[in-house]
């Protein structure tokens, strides 16, 4: 079986079908809103961004020259991508800078089609239903909290269908004639002034929109239950990792003591970096140069993955020496529940995966993407390195 895979690795989007090389998808709107930018910029000038050099009335040329590229750069992030009803058809919800947006997407004419768009859509997590295509995404609010809703399959009329002081996320339509989703779900828990200190574990929760009922599917206090997905068949799809309680841990005294004696190095290394930026931006040399060329490693130094946040630098550095370390640990496991509630374990060290609806199974560590066949066996599809989500397109 020959699968094509989306996944988004550092807010982009790529597509793999089996080829040497992965092929991005460029989106047209968001290209659009860049330049329109930096006709913007190019007409003001950095003469009109406050500071000390604009109070002087004099900047150096090289550091011009990288303000107005740091103004020009509008952050562009795909945010989430699904299956459309045809091969090569995708939907996805794109970030660009305050705004978001949702698409539609042809690979075999490499079209992109704007559905909506409006500021502060931040939503993430799209699924759309086989059937009727309607869609339902998770919806981030301000006060830390985020619902599920659902519209139609061109945006309109979202509506929220979780309520509560909660964080609902990863929502995915069950496969059928009825209107029913899964997804995780962890209250917050916030102090007397209304802060949010921390989550409870996720559990997993099933919303019958037809029926207008909520149901409680799974839940383990000692660990958090994501990403669910729900075959026809009623197979319940899940990661399972430990529940780790958000907030500072109390440190021992072999830590304190540790944070002692490498502070000045620390320090150190800090004062470094510090002005190894500046001769970049000055010279365009760093002032590093042992060890010849450094491996390419994402800008992003930290993702934050349900509440858990990972140091990615350090797994991929990591990984250059172990090619089997993947970006989360082997405790993220992915289940199997059958309607007797019998659990299989499929893999290991999963970040993110996908299912086809005749039970293959598409997932990733962060680095590799693998198959596994309904019948067990297991096949590695490519690697890259930080691959964030995973979706199976054919």
């Given at each position: 079986m020959q699968s094509t895979v989306a996944y988004l690795t550092n807010g982009q989007l790529f597509l793999h079908n089996g080829e040497a090389q992965p092929r991005e998808?460029?989106?047209?709107?968001?290209?659009?809103?860049m330049e329109r930018q930096a006709r913007n910029n190019a007409v003001h000038g950095w003469r009109?961004?406050?500071?000390?050099?604009?109070?002087?009335?004099?900047?150096p040329p090289e550091l011009a020259a990288w303000e107005q590229g740091q103004q020009q750069r509008t952050p562009v992030q795909f945010k989430s991508v699904t299956a459309g009803d045809e091969a090569g058809h995708l939907y996805y919800i794109l970030g660009v800078g305050d705004?978001?947006?949702?698409?539609?997407?042809?690979?075999?004419?490499?079209?992109?089609?704007?559905?909506?768009?409006?500021?502060?859509?931040?939503a993430r997590d799209l699924s759309r239903h086989t059937q009727s295509g309607s869609i339902a995404v998770a919806v981030y609010k301000e006060d830390g909290s985020s619902s599920i809703q659902v519209g139609e399959n061109d945006g309109?009329?979202?509506?929220?269908?979780?309520?509560?002081?909660?964080?609902?996320?990863?929502?995915?339509?069950?496969?059928?004639?009825?209107?029913?989703?899964?997804?995780?779900?962890?209250?917050?828990?916030?102090?007397?002034?209304?802060?949010a200190m921390g989550l409870a574990p996720y559990r997993i929760e099933l919303i019958d929109l037809d029926?207008?009922?909520?149901?409680?599917?799974?839940?383990?206090?000692?660990?958090?239950?994501?990403?669910?997905?729900?075959?026809?068949?009623?197979t319940l799809y899940f990661i399972r990792r430990p529940y780790e309680p958000l907030g500072p841990k109390p440190a021992d005294p072999i830590t304190v003591l540790k944070d002692i004696v490498l502070f000045p190095f620390r320090l150190a290394r800090a004062v470094?970096?510090?002005?190894?930026?500046?001769?970049?931006?000055?010279?365009?040399?760093?002032?590093?140069?042992?060890?010849?060329?450094?491996?390419?490693?994402?800008?992003?130094?930290?993702?934050?993955?349900w509440g858990r946040m990972i140091d990615t630098k350090r797994a991929m550095q990591k990984s250059q020496k172990d090619k089997t370390t993947g970006l989360v640990p082997k405790d993220w496991q992915l289940i199997r529940r059958d309607t007797d509630g019998n659990e299989t374990v499929l893999a290991e060290k999963v970040l993110s995966f996908d299912v086809h609806a005749d039970g293959t199974v598409i997932s990733t560590d962060g680095h590799v993407v693998n198959r596994r066949s309904p019948g067990g066996e297991t096949a590695q599809l490519f690697r890259d390195q930080f691959i964030e989500k995973v979706t199976a397109v054919t």
């Open positions: 998808v460029q989106s047209a709107f968001a290209q659009q809103v009109s961004q406050s500071g000390v050099w604009g109070a002087m009335g004099f900047m705004m978001g947006g949702l698409f539609h997407y042809t690979a075999a004419d490499n079209v992109e089609r704007r559905l909506m768009h409006r500021n502060g859509f931040l309109r009329f979202l509506k929220d269908v979780t309520v509560g002081d909660a964080v609902d996320e990863c929502p995915a339509w069950v496969p059928g004639e009825g209107r029913r989703i899964v997804y995780q779900s962890a209250g917050i828990g916030r102090n007397e002034h209304g802060f029926q207008q009922s909520v149901d409680v599917l799974l839940e383990d206090e000692q660990h958090d239950l994501l990403q669910p997905k729900m075959l026809a068949d009623g470094f970096h510090f002005l190894d930026f500046f001769s970049v931006m000055f010279s365009g040399k760093p002032l590093h140069t042992a060890g010849g060329p450094q491996p390419r490693i994402t800008n992003q130094k930290y993702m934050m993955v």
